[in-house]
């Protein structure tokens, strides 16, 4: 039997019903946790890191539930935000002190590389190691409008960053993995 489809409207009213919270929870995951889950991986890249910030995404959305005010169309930001946070912690968590987070490319090529030999897709592969080069929030904003769809303004709820400042990263993001790629094909 299929799982229902809810419109964000309808989750957000599941959600904000003490009663029929739980399910509007349950809904939400079960649309958007797909998503989230390759959102993190993309940052991330590793699957065991992935699978831990869905797991500390799903918490942070379930007790701060009562905390969101928005409406329908700012549902999917909010979650997004979540999950872009806790994906940087497990980044940061990666880090020494005074160590930045871009920095750390090499051992996430290292994680990509071993779970490829598993994967076996070698475009998709070499894209991934495209981005790993890029700093991460050239990269957070490529992922986000590439393969999520995400409008700038979206993307902006999410990042906190401005529109302006994410369609330069975004450009600069294109032309450094176009390059990465030509010189590696």
């Known amino acids: 039997m299929a799982k229902p489809h809810y419109s964000d409207e309808e989750l957000c009213d599941l ?9 509007g929870f349950r809904a939400l995951l079960g649309q958007y946790g797909r998503m989230l889950y390759w959102h ?9 890191d992935a699978e831990d910030a869905v797991q500390e995404t799903s918490i942070k959305i379930w007790t701060n539930l009562d ?7 700012q549902l999917k930001a909010w979650i997004y935000r979540i999950a872009t946070n806790e994906a940087l912690q497990v980044l940061r968590k990666r880090t020494t002190f ?7 490319g090499e051992e996430l090529n290292r994680t990509l590389i071993a779970e490829n030999q598993l994967d076996g897709n070698k475009a998709e592969g070499l894209l991934q190691e495209a981005l790993l080069k890029l700093p991460t929030q050239q990269r957070i904003a490529f992922n986000l409008r590439y393969y999520d769809e995400l409008t700038y303004e979206q ?3 999410i990042t906190g960053k401005k529109v302006g400042n994410l369609k330069t990263n975004y450009h600069f993001a294109v032309e450094k993995i176009r390059t990465y790629l030509n010189e590696n094909i």
């Open 15 to 23: 959600l904000r019903n003490p009663l029929t919270k739980e399910i």
């Open 40 to 48: 993190i991986r993309r940052t991330v890249i590793g699957h065991d």
């Open 67 to 73: 905390s969101f005010k928005g409406n329908a169309s």
């Open 98 to 104: 005074m160590q930045s987070i871009d920095s750390i």
């Open 155 to 157: 993307i902006a709820e």
